[in-house]
């Protein structure tokens, strides 16, 4: 059974919250109850005090490569260790807190270690992965091998 989509434009966690006529969008309330339930846990012991979380990226095919396009805006180069290693490809590093004078009334930017992690479906060319950072993404080309490329079959009339 398939069901009707409705669509609405924007984020989720730019809309604002539906219910009691709040003014503020639903992020601000998550990320309030996720940094109170983080030094509840941290208290509690059962939890480290340092989160990684995944940073958004796109994975896309050609007959010869694969490309991950990740956002790392404000990232530098020298702060983002890429790694190649079994099929899995690794991005990892640290958005790092910006000294600021004043006091930072709300803050929905992130901060703290990021990694985004894949496997490749095919045999790559490990030696031949270039990696590029222009405008606060990060772009890794990973060619596959010869034998890893698809090849089209003509099918025949019977």
């Not at 409705?6 to 940094?35: C, K």
């Not at 190649?84 to 930017?109: D, F, H, K, N, P």
Request: aromatic content about 6%; some cysteine.
């Amino acid at each position: 059974m398939t069901l009707p989509v409705h669509h609405q434009h924007g984020r989720l966690l730019e809309r604002p919250f539906p219910t009691v006529g709040w003014s503020e969008p639903i992020a601000a309330e998550f990320g309030d109850l996720f940094e109170r339930m983080n030094r509840f846990l941290e208290a509690a012991g059962a939890a480290p005090a340092a989160t990684v979380f995944s940073p958004p990226a796109d994975l896309r095919e050609t007959d010869d490569a694969y490309f991950v396009e990740a956002e790392l805006p404000g990232i530098e180069r020298d702060d983002i260790d890429v790694e190649l290693g079994e099929r899995e490809l690794c991005i990892a590093g640290e958005y790092r807190e910006q000294e600021r004078e004043g006091v930072l009334r709300r803050s929905t930017r992130r901060s703290g270690r990021f990694e985004y992690r894949v496997l490749l479906p095919a045999d790559v060319k490990e030696e031949e992965v270039t990696a590029t950072l222009a405008d606060g993404v990060l772009t890794v080309v990973v060619p596959k091998s010869q034998g890893a490329r698809s090849k089209h079959i003509e099918i025949n009339q019977a």
